[in-house]
């Protein structure tokens, strides 16, 4: 390893008439590929002063403004030097780097899996600067929250404490690649959007544009892609790496790999103060919260989670999607003044500075949760419907308040909490893969021009749904969607926690998948004469990995079998008058890729098949939704 080899720097240059400096590093990694790097300081002499280093790690351009570091819901989005002169005046050093192959970093770009060694070498050798007091604090947003797990992941010493922002993998198979063991299919858009933006497509004006003009709709009208016919057939390493995250369906090593499963290795994570933010709109809820219950068990530093009601990384709006949540959504002038004073003050208390409180956190809550629900349910100026919210505190997750409640599922439509009587009941649909349910909203990030995430009436689909067919009926009124709801509520519910289903299920094909969605069902009022069916979670399950997903196995057409359909957790409170909805599909495209019934990986088959599926819902088939529910059972009785 030559991670202390000395680095070729540039010459300090002086930004904001020398209130701040930067300069230009090459750090080398164990192989001898060198990627570089801004180290930003407050004098022309960093050394002069050692202190610890803030360093953010992307493959988005290390001074690229991102709309992603928006700091006040009334102010412009800062640059990269605006933010560094903030930490900088704070008594910190700042340095951003250019992830392996982009930007100007050396070396081939492979998504995700090399981003633990490359973190750990530059951690060890920012540690040994004479500038650097010997810690490390790593912090971002996304791809720049997954560097940090991924280095983590590697034991890497000298981590003093990670702020990781809408990401970092605790296992990218279960949240971010696939769930359930579909594949979700905002790694083909995110990959298109890079590829343009690439390093290789800024070198080849021919490549750029076209890339430039690629048909995504056409395109994801034509899966499943093969290797030479894509899109990104002109950028081989791009898609290389996307068709192999494609075919790699099962759980075996290449999900194995300490960058992507943090699950596997948390044991080596520094024991590091941590603070994991997500939303109920991000794809990454699942590992946010499983990062922050794994550590704060395992390590005896302090972890924390706040969740709010965005989407990925839009701390600063009060809506997702066409719901809007009111002014004290925002993470800025509720949880503190800015992102960055919010971080700021989370920093110097991780560190134990003086003046900052204790390192255990002082006065910080454990969990920071924005509660949705409680508006009046008619619509805005801007004609988002106004849903309403308040943010919560609690000492863990789920909160100490709730408990798990049973809804079972009855073939006359009905969420009831009593178990099911009959000796023999089901519901039956055909699910046919070249009419797939469209995706509208949920968690989803990347997506477009395809999808979009948040919350949006599942009641009014319209021609920004990409696939959903003229007259643009509710979703639950195709003959594929099993559509579940209990009585109107006579009171508040409120559910915050984990949401699944446990389904006995049936089917005529070798494999299928089955989906579920949670829904918060508004009674009509003069703005939505249709009421509002209001998404909050959706979750899927393929089916041949009904015992395991090392293994996958075909179904006996006819056999029943019993499978649990996870979906990332939520914060909701159901006003009285209000119903729960629980829709079961076997689709929901272009979230995730869809199952051709054949048993075939959907990387690579041609053919499709109808299927008839079947969820059981007797005595010796329990089929029921499970969530968390404050004041558990008694809330909806």
């Known amino acids: 390893m030559t991670c202390n080899d000395t680095a070729h720097t540039g010459r300090p ?57 928006q700091d006040r819901s009334d102010g412009p989005v800062p640059q990269p030097e605006d933010i560094a002169r903030y930490f900088t005046e704070a008594r910190y050093h700042v340095v951003r780097q250019d992830c392996r192959g982009r930007g100007d970093s050396e070396g081939t770009f492979v998504k995700y899996l090399g981003e633990g060694p490359d973190g750990a070498d530059t951690i060890a050798w920012l540690r040994n600067q004479p500038w650097c007091d010997g810690r490390v604090v790593m912090t971002g947003v996304s791809y720049s929250a997954h560097v940090q797990a991924a280095a983590a992941a590697e034991g890497a010493t000298g981590l003093a404490a990670m702020f990781q922002d809408s990401g970092g993998f605790s296992s990218a198979y279960d949240a971010g690649m696939r769930m359930g ?207 309403g919210g308040a943010w919560r505190t609690d000492t863990r997750w789920p909160p100490a308040s709730t408990a798990p409640v049973a809804l079972y599922l009855t073939t006359d439509g009905t969420l ?33 021009p395809v999808m979009t995430g948040g919350a949006y009436d599942q009641n009014a689909p319209d021609a920004r749904v990409y696939g959903a067919p003229e007259p643009y009926l509710p979703l639950d009124s195709r003959p594929d969607v099993i559509s579940l709801t209990t009585p109107p509520l006579r009171r508040d519910v409120v559910l915050a926690g984990p949401v699944s289903a446990r389904l006995h299920i049936s089917t005529t094909a070798p494999d299928t998948d089955f989906t579920i969605k949670l829904i918060d069902v508004h009674p009509p009022n003069a703005d939505y004469p249709h009421g509002f069916a209001m998404n909050l979670t959706d979750g899927i399950f393929r089916c041949r990995f009904h015992r395991s997903y090392e293994k996958p196995e075909s179904l006996t057409p006819g056999e029943v079998y019993e499978i649990e359909v996870t979906a990332p957790d939520t914060a909701n409170r159901f006003a009285a008058g209000h119903r729960i909805r629980l829709d079961i599909s076997s689709s929901n495209f272009p979230r995730f890729d869809v199952n051709t019934n054949t048993a075939a990986p959907e990387a690579s088959a041609r053919r499709t098949a109808i299927s008839a599926n079947t969820v059981h819902m007797d005595t010796g088939h329990p089929s029921h939704l499970r969530v968390w529910l404050e004041g558990g059972a008694d809330a909806v009785e």
């Not at 904001?16 to 801004?38: E, F, H, K, S």
């Not at 002109?234 to 996307?242: I, K």
């Not at 990062?291 to 965005?310: C, D, H, I, Q």
């Not at 519901?427 to 046919?432: A, C, E, G, R």
């Open 181 to 387: 063991g579909a594949f979700e299919l905002k790694q083909v858009t995110w990959a298109l959007r890079q590829a343009a933006m690439s390093p290789e497509a800024a070198a080849d004006p021919v490549l750029a544009e076209e890339l430039r003009r690629v048909d995504v709709p056409g395109w994801f009208g034509a899966m499943p892609w093969r290797p030479g016919r894509t899109p990104l057939r002109h950028l081989s390493a791009y898609e290389d790496f996307l068709l192999e995250q494609w075919r790699q369906d099962t759980f075996g090593e290449y999900y194995r790999n300490p960058a992507i499963y943090g699950r596997g290795f948390y044991e080596r994570f520094p024991d590091a103060p941590s603070l994991h933010m997500g939303s109920w709109y991000d794809p990454y809820v699942r590992s946010t919260i499983e990062n922050f219950t794994a550590l704060r068990e395992l390590k005896s530093a302090p972890s924390y989670l706040v969740m709010g009601p965005w989407t990925h990384g839009h701390r600063c709006e009060t809506y997702a999607g066409d719901v809007d949540f009111g002014p004290r959504a925002t993470l800025d002038g509720n949880l503190a003044p800015s992102y960055l004073e919010f971080r700021r003050r989370w920093f110097d208390r991780a560190l134990g500075r003086e003046g900052e409180g204790d390192p255990d956190g002082g006065d910080l809550p454990a969990v920071q949760y924005f509660l949705m629900g409680g508006g009046d349910g008619r619509r805005d100026a801007a004609r988002r419907m106004r849903h």
């Open 416 to 448: 009831t909490l009593a178990p099911p009587t009959a000796a023999a009941a089901s519901v039956t649909y055909d699910f046919d893969p070249r009419r797939p349910v469209p995706t509208m909203g949920g968690q989803v990030t990347s997506g477009e």
């Open 13 to 69: 240059e002086p930004l904001q008439g020398g209130a701040l400096w930067r300069r230009t590093l090459r750090v080398p990694m164990r192989d001898g590929i060198r990627l570089a790097a801004d180290l930003y300081s407050a004098s022309p002499d960093p050394e002069a002063t050692a202190l610890p280093v803030l360093i953010e790690r992307t493959p988005y351009g290390r001074r690229a403004q991102r709309g992603s570091d």
